[in-house]
């Protein structure tokens, strides 16, 4: 496996590359020592294979420019582009190149010196000087010998010119032998032989004389020439005019040749060799130096060239691993684990290569674990959301510096603000502009101040919805520093305590009803029986106290069983008749009797007309609006101009149709401390009235599966709204109108 | 082109060197051989004759002559004067099939102990001495008689003759021929003279 990043084709073509070099120099190289060797085997050779040589060592010298070209520029792009490794290879590239490079300057200039110096040594002055001085020594030798030869021939001219030609070739025979002449003869007009002594037998005539003795005897000068043979011998060659008056045409000369004595001639001969040896040697010195300069220029070239790939070639090798592993880091940097590493060998980089490796698989495995063990963390914690989401209970947790760390949806709902999307942000700033929230925060703040950090209190929140009663349970989180933290459990038990009121109040109503109620009518009668009884026998002013007294016990008795009644009112649950009728009509007739009885009162009606009607006890909701409209109008006495607006409306959500019904004044309004506990029987601000008013209507209003409300509307006055379900089946869902009601009774029990 | 000769293949193989760094020296080598074997080195005329069946070959060559090879030979230098005879059979569609290529060595030098010009046949060892270079180049330069054929060697067809004058260096021992393979200002040919063969 390679590394990621990595284009494997490239990976994969790096050895067929290289094999497919080495193949190339191998032929190369083997091609052209074969050559090298045939040629240097014979001499002859050379010269038909040289031309392959150079054609080789050029292809392999010129394929070497191009490759160590290529990857110098492939150096350099990568070095540009900062390609990992690249700046190593370089600076390896360098280092080893400089150490290469630098000891093959060093032996081309020195055996350059070396060659020049050595080449310039052959050929001193001294050398030539004696040589010359050996060719004219040999030339004086020689001289001596062709003088005397000349003369010799000069006086046999003179001889023979005086000589009768019958013993003309005797006398030639007698010089020949004399002289150890190897011919001797004597020419005539034209060049013709006219007598000639031979020391070769065999040979019939002698040679003919070159044309430059003809030439110069023709001018009545002697000749005298040495003639080198070939084997190393000489011969002198003399000529002599004998008539020195003749025409030159008609001339006649002697021509004899004479061998130079053998030791003379070897000596000579040692001589010329050794002089032309040396001019030849001599003449090359230039062209010796110019070609051992080239072969050497071409050799340092051939070897700076291949250093330079070798060291790109090695650098790239040695690098390589580091470049996997630049690659590798990366690729894990971005957290690809799978990536793994080629070993490159078994070495220090293949044990480093192979702990990265190692270290890749341990990441993978832990990243794995991770993934599997926040995957159970994110199931947990959506099996706790869900669970805190249903929970009625508001939970809440936070840090020391009271930012929300999470918050479920019923604390949202308990606290009258959205926590959930709040995480993160400071509680103190979430409750601005939200009243019961601040309250909530100052409490915390309150106790947190003091240092207490586990507490169970019962918090009672103001606000202008009306109170709620919370009981908030604190608990400190585990941890550390800041992440010190709290979790607080709260539960809006404001209705809770409602019931409880309310059945202890049914209780009290129900004793009140059954223990006050009964003594009230034998004291009501007894009280009248006595006045009966004993104003006849009284004097005026007796009866008149009388009169007053029992009239007193009769109307406190009166009023003890209106209240009294209005408590039996409060406790009894009569059979609901549940009728369909029209809610806006019932409205109408209440608002219509209102009127009447009070004609000051500006009763305004806003009615829902798609609210057909209703399916309820129609006599208990002519209670309730009765109970409404009387309540908002003994708030409204005293008041300049009294308004009373009544508006019902049909609302329809997901569990069903709703009626509602509100009912709002221009009076002073709900007392701010009472506004919680308005629906609380003897709760009332007002000089007159049992109390019990607005606690019947919440009970009529319960016992329908509705809901009620009362708050102060911004403009001034009280507003209290009642919600009915216009259907019986959707309050049955419920458990009905009568299993709701005998519930409240067993609870109240 | 086709056959081994040092001189030519020198050229060629520099030619094939363009990334040397040393060729002003090779330019300047060039220069030197310009200077010493400067002057006409051509066949001028060429002829062969038939006597008994053997083709003998007759040429006149013109030589170089100045200063520079008079003092190089005085100084000791030989020079080898090849005279090469290439004989080929024409053919149509191929390259001419060749039939003889023989060459004519002889070596001209200065015997300095005699003072004279010494022309030597490489392959006989015959030599002539002259008192004068152009008596000597003349010798060179008449070729007389040299038989190069015999009628047995050709089978009918069209047959052309080529000769060619050559001058190097001569005595040069095998390894520094080799040497000389960068450059030698004494070597020079010149061009093919060739004619039918009168068959």
């Known amino acids: 496996m390679v590394a990621a990043g990595v284009t494997p084709r490239r990976r994969r073509r790096a050895p067929l590359n290289a094999v497919a070099l080495a193949v190339f120099w191998g032929v190369i190289g083997v091609s052209a020592f074969l050559l090298l060797a045939k040629s240097v085997q014979n001499s002859g050779e050379f010269a038909r294979l040289q031309w392959w040589i150079v054609v080789l060592n050029a292809c392999g010298a010129l394929a070497l420019t191009v490759l160590v070209a290529h990857k ?65 020594l040999a030339r004086a030798a020689l001289d001596l010998r ?42 005539g007009a034209q060049v013709h032989i006219v007598a000639a ?51 030159s045409h008609d001339m006649r000369f002697v021509a004899a040749v004479y061998p130079v004595p ?31 300069s080239l072969t050497l220029t071409l050799v340092l070239l051939l070897a700076m060239l291949a250093a330079i790939y070798g060291a790109i070639f090695s650098a790239q090798r040695l690098v390589r691993p580091v470049q996997d592993l630049i690659e590798g880091t990366r690729a894990v940097g971005k957290g690809d684990f799978a990536t793994r590493l080629r070993l490159p060998s078994r070495d220090e980089m293949g044990y480093l290569v192979h702990s990265f490796n190692d270290m890749t698989k341990r990441l993978r495995r832990a990243r794995a674990e991770a993934q599997h063990s926040q995957e159970v963390v994110e199931r947990e914690r959506a099996r706790l959301a ?79 919805a009306g109170r709620r009663t919370l009981m908030c349970a604190c608990t400190p989180l585990p941890g550390e520093g800041r992440d010190v933290g709290f979790v607080i459990v709260f539960d809006d038990i404001t209705t809770l305590l409602a019931a409880q009121r309310d059945a202890a109040w049914g209780e009290v109503a129900r004793r009140l009803a059954h223990e006050i109620k009964n003594p009230l009518t034998p004291i009501q009668l007894s009280a009248e029986r006595l006045r009966r009884r004993l104003r ?3 004097s005026e002013q007796d009866a008149e106290i009388l009169e007053r007294g029992t009239r007193t016990i009769v109307q406190q008795v009166e009023t003890m069983q209106q209240m009294v009644n209005a408590f039996s009112e409060y406790a009894r649950a009569p059979e609901m008749q549940i009728t369909r009728f029209s809610l806006n009509q019932l409205v109408t007739e209440v608002a219509d009797l209102y009127r009447s009885q009070a004609p000051r009162t500006r009763i305004r009606l806003d009615l829902d007309a798609r609210l057909e009607g209703i399916e309820a006890d129609r006599g208990r909701v002519r209670q309730i609006l009765n109970n409404l409209v009387t309540n908002a109008q003994e708030a409204l006495e005293g008041i300049a101009q009294p308004a009373l607006e009544i508006a019902t409306r049909l609302d329809s959500t ?9 009912v709002c004044d221009n009076g002073p309004g709900f007392q701010r401390e009472l506004l919680g506990r308005v629906f609380d029987p003897y709760v009332t601000s007002k000089p007159k009235g049992t109390g019990l008013g607005l606690a019947i209507v919440k009970k009529i209003v319960e016992e329908h599966g509705g809901r009620i409300d009362a708050d102060n509307r911004p403009e001034g006055g009280a507003r209290v709204r009642v919600v009915l379900p216009v259907m019986d089946s959707t309050r049955s869902a419920g458990g009905g109108a009568r299993e709701r009601r005998d519930q409240m009774r067993r609870e109240r029990a | 082109m086709l056959r081994g000769d040092p001189a030519r293949e020198g050229l060629i193989g520099r030619s094939l060197l363009p990334t040397l760094c040393a060729l002003a020296l090779v330019a300047g080598s060039a220069r030197a051989r ?88 490489v392959r006989s060892g015959d030599q002539d001495n002259f008192a004068t270079l152009d008596e000597a180049l003349g010798s060179i330069g008449r070729v007389d008689g040299w038989p190069i054929l015999v009628e047995p060697q050709l089978d009918g067809g069209n047959y052309t003759i080529s000769v060619r004058a050559d001058v190097r260096r001569g005595q040069l021992p095998a390894s520094l021929r080799a040497l000389m393979f960068w450059t030698d200002d004494w070597a020079r040919q010149s061009e093919w003279y060739t004619w039918s063969l009168p068959v």
């Open chain 1, 72 to 136: 110098i520029w492939r150096l350099v792009h990568d070095y540009r582009r900062h390609v990992p490794g690249s700046r190593l290879t370089a600076r390896t590239v360098a280092i080893f190149g400089a150490l290469v490079i630098a000891p093959l300057l060093i032996v081309y200039f020195s055996s350059l010196e070396f060659l020049n110096h050595g080449i310039d040594s052959w050929f001193t002055v001294e050398v030539k000087q004696g040589l010359n001085d050996a060719v004219v």
């Open chain 1, 146 to 187: 062709m003088r005397e030869y000349s003369h010799r021939t000069q006086a046999l001219a003179r001889e023979l010119a005086t000589v009768p030609p019958a013993a003309v070739q005797a006398r030639l025979d007698a010089e020949r032998r004399a002289g150890e002449a190897l011919e001797i003869a004597l020419f």
């Open chain 1, 197 to 247: 002594s031979l020391e070769n037998p065999l040979e019939a005539l002698p040679a003919q004389p070159p044309q430059d003795l003809v030439r110069q005897v023709a001018q009545h000068l002697p000749y005298v020439s040495l003639e080198p043979q070939a084997g190393g011998r000489y011969l002198i060659r003399t000529g002599a005019p004998l008539d020195e008056s003749a025409a």
């Open chain 1, 262 to 292: 053998a030791q003379l001639a070897a000596l000579s001969e040692a001589v010329q060799g050794t002089y032309s040896q040396y001019g030849n040697l001599a003449a090359m010195r230039g062209p010796l130096k110019l070609s051992f």
């Open chain 1, 386 to 464: 869900i669970i805190l989401a249903r929970l009625s209970t508001g939970v809440l947790a936070i840090d020391r510096h009271m930012t929300v760390r999470m918050a479920n949806q019923a604390a949202g709902a308990i606290l009258g603000t959205e926590l959930a999307p709040a995480t993160g942000r400071p509680l103190p700033e979430l409750a601005a502009g939200n009243e019961r929230l601040g309250q909530f925060v100052g409490a915390l703040a309150v106790r947190f101040a003091a240092g207490r950090e586990e507490w169970r209190e019962q918090l009672d929140l103001d606000s202008s």
């Open chain 1, 536 to 538: 006849s026998g009284m």
């Open chain 1, 654 to 662: 997901e569990e069903g149709e709703y009626a509602s019904v509100t």
């Open chain 2, 34 to 121: 310009a200077e010493a074997l400067d002057g006409v080195l051509a066949v001028r005329s060429a002829y062969v004759n038939i006597d008994h069946g053997v083709f003998l070959l007759h040429a006149r060559v013109e030589y170089p002559e100045g200063p520079a090879i008079r003092k190089a030979l005085r100084d000791g230098i030989t020079l080898a004067f090849d005279l090469d005879v290439r004989i080929e059979r024409e053919r149509r569609l191929w390259f001419n099939a060749n039939i003889v290529e023989v060459t004519l060595h002889r070596e001209l030098s200065y015997h300095a102990v005699s003072d004279r010009y010494v022309v030597r046949d």
